[in-house]
């Protein structure tokens, strides 16, 4: 069973910086592309950023492009999101999730077939 464990969330004011972990579990990481997601109160969930399974190819969405990067440790099966320089609208839970197949697409248009918990992002001005 795939489980996905989001940490690394909190309260931080505007300028500042977050990194945002996500420890997968149940299958083997390394074949498998990554993605996080978020959601800020009354919005839909939006895509931020996703990685190969190879960590060779990443994608971000134009809103943290700059400021966002996404990397991956294969041999400690978890995804990273370092945020700098946080804007009050990254307020949002944020999501990790991976996909069903193997070898998958980063595009934000992919299906991702599981999520973590999420955690919690709040910036303040």
């Known amino acids: 069973q795939v489980q996905l464990v989001e940490s690394g969330g909190g309260l931080v004011q505007a300028g500042g910086s977050l990194r945002l972990s996500c420890a997968a579990s149940?299958?083997?990481?390394?074949?498998?592309?990554m993605g996080w997601f978020r959601q800020a109160p009354g919005k839909e969930r939006e895509f931020v950023s996703s990685?190969?399974?190879?960590?060779?190819?990443?994608d971000y969405a134009d809103s943290v492009k700059g400021r966002f990067g996404i990397s991956r440790d294969n041999r400690k099966n978890t995804v990273f999101l370092q945020m700098n320089s946080l804007k009050p609208e990254d307020t949002a839970v944020y999501y990790c999730?991976?996909?069903?197949?193997?070898?998958?697409?980063?595009?934000?248009?992919?299906?991702?077939?599981?999520w973590g918990q999420g955690t919690q992002v709040t910036v303040s001005s």
């Open positions: 999730a991976t996909q069903g197949y193997p070898h998958g697409s980063i595009s934000p248009r992919s299906s991702f077939t599981y």
């Open positions: 149940g299958r083997t990481f390394s074949n498998y592309a």
């Open positions: 990685i190969s399974w190879t960590g060779s190819n990443t």
